[in-house]
């Protein structure tokens, strides 16, 4: 397996391919096409999340299939929860909420570790709370 753990500009060689493998092996999915499926499904929803230097950034992380998935997407308006993220997703997919969490957290940790730190920090700050466990972060919360 890969290391993804630096950013996507050190690892040229980081294909689509290569990302749908992790994904498939990281959500246990029995085909490729189930992963490919996922993928697409979660990186729209993630562009329809985020905007500005973050999205266009991030995308420039991902392989070119990916990217164009994530920024194919206008906006939403009032940026979704983390909760509410994975309930829309499950209604746009037609599973449950806890198959929509499972796949979010496949997807979007492949998503963190092409993405770096830096940059995970940066889009993590835009979001409304709830994100961070999706990318396999923990959540901290400042006190008051």
Do not use: N
């Not at 490919?36 to 392989?63: D, I, K, N």
């Not at 909760?83 to 929509?100: E, N």
């Amino acid at each position: 397996m890969i290391s993804l753990r630096e950013p996507a500009s050190a690892r040229p060689g980081t294909t689509f391919h290569r990302m749908l493998e992790r994904i498939r092996y990281e959500g246990a999915y029995s085909t490729r096409e189930r992963a490919e499926e996922v993928t697409y499904a979660v990186l729209a929803a993630l562009g329809r999340q985020l905007t500005g230097e973050e999205r266009t950034e991030l995308a420039a992380c991902l392989p070119d299939e990916a990217a164009l998935v994530l920024t194919g997407r206008r906006p939403d308006p009032e940026p979704l929860t983390g909760w509410g993220f994975v309930k829309d997703l499950a209604s746009r997919t037609g599973g449950t909420p806890a198959t929509a969490r499972w796949d979010a957290g496949a997807v979007l940790a492949a998503v963190a570790d092409l993405a770096g730190p830096a940059l995970l920090d940066r889009v993590l700050a835009q979001l409304p709370s709830g994100y961070a466990l999706l990318f396999g972060r923990a959540e901290l919360i400042q006190a008051a």
